[in-house]
């Protein structure tokens, strides 16, 4: 598996490539569709690194007997994403996925420390 700064490296050689519009009708579609399947697998890359991180800060708040579930927190991650938002998506839509995006990420930590039995830590 690539690592991280290997795909954001290729979506940059995405990028310098240009815009596949110039192409035949039928080579465009393939070019951006091509084009999507790399950002697709950038994506997945960053999302299971960021519930790597996530995962290891629930291993210190295991530690420290911390709460997995603190909305103050999700609230800041969700205001520094729609800081940074440049659109095209519309930040309903950007809220939307990060609201999922941190919904599994907590999912996944509580599976994980539930079946340490360590649920009176869950809310």
């Not at 815009?19 to 790399?38: C, F, G, L, M, V």
């Not at 927190?73 to 999922?100: C, I, K, M, T, Y």
């Amino acid at each position: 598996m690539k690592s991280i700064n290997e795909l954001i490296e290729g979506l940059s050689r995405l990028r310098d490539q240009g815009d596949p519009t110039s192409q035949e009708d039928s080579e465009a579609i393939t070019a951006w569709r091509d084009r999507i399947d790399a950002i697709d697998r950038i994506v997945l890359a960053l999302l299971n690194e960021r519930s790597r991180s996530a995962n290891a800060i629930g291993h210190v708040k295991q530690r420290l007997n911390l709460p997995i579930y603190v909305p103050e927190r999700e609230q800041r991650v969700l205001e520094n994403v729609l800081s940074g938002n440049g659109g095209p998506l519309e930040d309903a839509a950007v809220r939307h996925l990060f609201e999922r995006i941190i919904d599994e990420t907590r999912s996944l930590e509580r599976r994980k420390y539930q079946a340490k039995g360590n649920d009176h830590n869950l809310e």
